[in-house]
């Protein structure tokens, strides 16, 4: 595991069941700017749930850009292409119904909401997507899922994101997704910042939530590191360059990013995988 | 339900009034025979009548303040100074007039007091219409009545108080109610008495263009505990109300004061208020300050620290919504050495509501090992709302500690988005925010209270996005 010095195995994705193969993500040619830039270039993607697909690639090649457009950030102007979740066009749609159809973004700088604690706004994410618990069944379940992610119980008052450190932020990331139970998570770089212990805490939540979705739940990682998919299944993985997805391929691409960085993209001027 | 923007005079719940029942008022506007009729019509001593005569000198002396909000919109000749509601103050709700009993159901007030309070005063224009206290407070020695009951019953503990902490002069509108008090609340509580459940006053403006005055008066003997919550409503008139009250609170050696005011007037009403409270050695002061309605609101409840060792806490929340000015602030004078104090003040501005934080320390040359703090957060819903912060410190001593920190801040885009993120909609999420940011002060309330300014925040911010 960790002492290992090169790390060689990629964990075997769990093979679920299920409805697999039905496509919950499918981004067809997206096109967004940022402030009158162009950053998505034309993005082609499809995550079928019951899967793990990692978007990989160099700082500043539009990949948190893609998980702020399907979020629908207003700040993120969709120019061109299209975006379904289920086959229901999300464009048109608020983040907040967004949300609610079970899309879920874990964000790689989370939000400080001062005065509004972890239990509280829980509780009103909930109800916001008509999923309110009876309250004892609600204290219960976010008592397990805190033990599961080594959180201690003070979490529960303490003010959503506020003076959490970095590692805590993204737990209490994980731990939204584990309580809202999405159909797609998109996780933006949950591992950045973290150390060994507090990473494979992070993957395996990510991992048992996707187990007890029973194949329901689509996940599109973005990460910068292999590290993480030590822990994690990745089903596939994509790179993405200036603004495309300019490879795909199964989980040992990962690995050869690991080896060789991805001087085999940027050096190239049209995209084109080291291994096709 | 239509989903347009609605202002808040439309949401204001308590904007209903009832027909005009009183007994007794005196003509419009004041002049020294206004003030002799109300002083005559209580069947005061003469020392009072004498005390008002003066108190109104000062009050035509006295320019109009143009330091702080637009006061301009006051008519003084336009205002009643006197209504009086009901011939006799009711001891059970069964005394109070029908219509008026039925204004403070609605208000819930006789529910609040059957649940979780220790004595109520229903005050409805100038007059307190219903009065009670729990029997075992009552032997314990605890006086509570309003003022006037109060002055006739213990003359001599009224005068020995009355007007000694803020004198007729201060300023014009603590002038202004020195010449035509009526009603709010005497207290005493004995040496060594703990109350530990609140006494609360309501006051109600219910008459067009009535002005409202109302002096209330704590004395907190030596190592005694009180909590004192006001609550305050008015009708939506065209025409607006003056509410300049008068609150003085004296906590002897080790006692303990904690006032809580929730604010809530129909926004035509001007709220004009001078609160000071004098701690002796050992004691505390607290002021919860709330205000979410009012037209104007310019209050700065003070705590002149007068023994060693005595602290004093201003805590205040303030909203301003389209068309209302928000002028609250406090003041903590240090005049012993060895005192602290503490101010949290925050403030929400929306839809052109303007907030303004106004506040003053002093530390005086013998108070040497002073500690102070000031803390106050301003929000900003959207572009056209204001808010600005005016702080003064005289500081005579250099043995002191001394923070302040000022924040403005606008709800960020990135904040909408993360709750939106969750499933919430942008109202909601907005609704959130603005609860968060005036938890400090929520968390300082009666759970009851708590839960209903919760509400009332949610229903100021309904229509809050277009």
Redesign the interface.
């Known amino acids: 595991m960790s002492e290992t010095p090169q790390p060689t195995a990629i964990a075997e994705a769990p093979r679920v069941s299920g409805t697999g193969g039905t496509t919950v993500l499918d981004v067809a040619g997206l096109r967004v700017s940022v402030e009158g830039k162009s950053i998505l270039e034309g993005v082609d993607l499809q995550v079928p749930v019951g899967q793990v697909h990692v978007l990989m690639g160099p700082n500043g090649s539009g990949k948190s850009t893609l998980a702020y457009s399907l ?5 993120y102007k969709v120019t061109a292409g299209s975006a379904h979740f289920d086959g229901q066009d999300l464009l048109a749609l ?3 119904r ?3 159809l079970g899309i ?2 874990s ?1 790689q700088n ?2 400080a ?4 604690t972890t239990v509280n ?1 829980l509780r ?2 909930l109800r ?2 008509g999923r309110e618990l009876p309250a004892r069944e609600f204290i219960a379940r976010l008592g397990d899922e805190m033990s599961e992610l080594r959180m201690d119980p003070s979490f529960r008052s303490r ?1 959503i994101n506020d003076g959490f450190s970095g590692g805590e932020k993204k737990r209490a990331e994980i731990l ?1 997704m584990a309580m ?1 139970e999405p159909r797609l998570a998109i996780l933006d770089e949950p591992d950045s910042g973290l150390d060994v212990d507090a990473l494979r805490i992070v993957a395996d939540g990510v991992t048992r939530v996707m187990e007890k979705s029973e194949g329901r739940m689509g996940v599109l990682l973005i990460t910068h590191y292999y590290r993480i998919l030590e822990n994690l299944a990745p089903d596939r993985v994509h790179i993405m360059h200036q603004g495309r997805i300019v490879d795909s391929g199964g989980p040992e691409l990962a690995h050869v990013i690991e080896r060789e960085g991805y001087d085999p993209y940027t050096t190239a001027t049209s995209p084109a995988g080291p291994e096709g | 339900m239509t989903v347009q923007a609605r202002d808040l005079t439309k949401d204001y719940k308590f904007g209903f009034h009832d027909v005009d029942v009183s007994v007794f008022r005196t003509e419009k506007g004041i002049s020294p025979e206004v003030v002799a009729a109300i002083s005559d019509h209580k069947q005061e001593p003469a020392w009072m009548l004498r005390f008002r005569l003066k108190a109104l000198e000062h009050f035509f002396k006295r320019p109009m303040p143009t330091w702080g909000a637009d006061l301009s919109g006051i008519d003084f000749d336009n205002i009643y100074y006197y209504i009086k509601p009901v011939e006799e103050m009711g001891r059970s709700w069964d005394d109070v007039p029908d219509s008026i009993r039925q204004t403070f159901d609605r208000l819930g007030i006789p529910e609040a007091e059957r649940k979780f309070l220790a004595g109520v005063s229903a005050q409805y224009d100038s007059e307190v219409v219903y009065h009670s206290i729990r029997a075992d407070l009552e032997k314990l020695g605890v006086l509570f009545s309003d003022c006037d009951t109060g002055l006739r019953d213990h003359e001599e503990l009224f005068k020995r108080y009355f007007g000694t902490v803020i004198p007729p002069n201060d300023n014009k509108f603590a002038a202004l109610n020195s010449a035509v008090w009526s009603g709010g609340s005497f207290v005493y509580v004995p040496k060594g008495v703990r109350v530990e459940i609140p006494l609360q006053a309501y006051f109600r403006i219910n008459s067009d263009n009535m002005g409202q005055f109302e002096r209330t008066l704590i004395i907190a003997d030596e190592g005694s505990y009180v909590h004192y919550i006001e609550g305050c409503t008015a009708p939506t008139y065209s025409n607006d109300s003056l509410h300049a009250a008068v609150v003085e609170i004296i906590a002897e050696k080790g006692a303990h004061v904690r006032y809580t005011t929730i604010q809530n007037w129909s926004d035509n009403v001007y709220n004009l208020v001078t609160k000071r409270a004098i701690a002796k050695e050992d004691a505390t002061i607290e002021w919860i300050d709330g205000n979410l309605g009012s037209k104007v609101t310019m209050k700065y409840p003070s705590i002149y620290l007068m023994g060693e060792r005595a602290h004093g806490e201003v805590l205040s929340a303030a909203f301003a919504g389209s068309g209302q000015h928000q002028d609250a602030g406090s003041k903590c004078i240090h005049v012993a050495p060895n005192t602290t104090s503490n101010v949290v003040s925050r403030s929400i501005s929306k839809g052109r509501g303007r907030t303004s934080y106004r506040g003053h320390i002093k530390v005086l040359p013998k108070a040497s090992n002073v500690k102070a703090n000031v803390r106050c957060d301003a929000l900003l819903l959207d572009e056209e709302s204001r808010s600005d912060t005016y702080p003064y410190m005289d500081i005579e001593n250099p043995d002191v500690t001394f923070g302040h920190e000022a924040t403005v801040s606008k709800v ?4 909408i ?10 109202q ?2 907005t609704a ?2 603005v ?6 002060f929520v968390k300082e309330l009666p759970m009851e209270y708590a839960v209903e300014l919760n509400r009332l925040l949610a229903l100021s911010m309904e229509g809050s996005i277009g």
């Open positions: 979020m629908g950030h207003p700040k608020t983040p907040d967004r949300a609610q879920f973004l964000f989370p939000i909401i001062p005065g509004v706004f009103a994410a916001a997507q003010y939204q809202l | 960020g885009e990135d904040q988005f993360y709750l939106q993120s969750r499933g919430i909609d942008e909601q999420a959130l925010i609860n968060g940011f005036f938890e400090p």
